[in-house]
């Protein structure tokens, strides 16, 4: 049974700094491994940063250069830190695992397990 727990959301002034973690139990990391997704009411869930167990890590052009994603094995948990933050990064953040699904085009990696979610506001 994987859980996933997040931590670490809040409110920051623009330009500002937050770490989010997100506890994982019950889970061995994988191929596609994790990554970190966020929405605003109204919009799609979106792809912010992706980390497979290769140790590739892939990110949003929104949040590139500003975010980095990253896995602490001994803890088992996974990070985000965000830097130089915007208004429009102002959003629910979720962790979430990731497994390789077929697609049209061929397998590609999709969420499977979600976190509940930890607030992101920046002003």
């Known amino acids: 049974h994987v859980q996933l727990v997040e931590s670490g959301g809040g409110s920051v002034q623009a330009e500002g700094s937050l770490t989010l973690s997100c506890a994982a139990s019950g889970y061995i990391f994988t191929d596609c491994g994790m990554g970190w997704y966020r929405q605003v009411a109204g919009k799609e869930r979106e792809l912010v940063a992706s980390?497979?167990?290769?140790?590739?890590?892939g990110y949003a052009d929104s949040v590139k250069g500003r975010f980095t994603i990253s896995y602490d094995n001994a803890k088992n948990t996974l990070y985000l830190q965000m830097n130089n933050l915007k208004p429009e990064d102002t959003a629910m953040y979720y962790c979430a695992t990731r497994e390789a699904r077929p697609t049209t085009l061929g397998q590609a990696c999709r969420p499977n397990y979600w976190g509940q979610g930890t607030q992101v506001t920046v002003s």
């Open positions: 980390l497979r167990y290769d140790g590739s890590a």
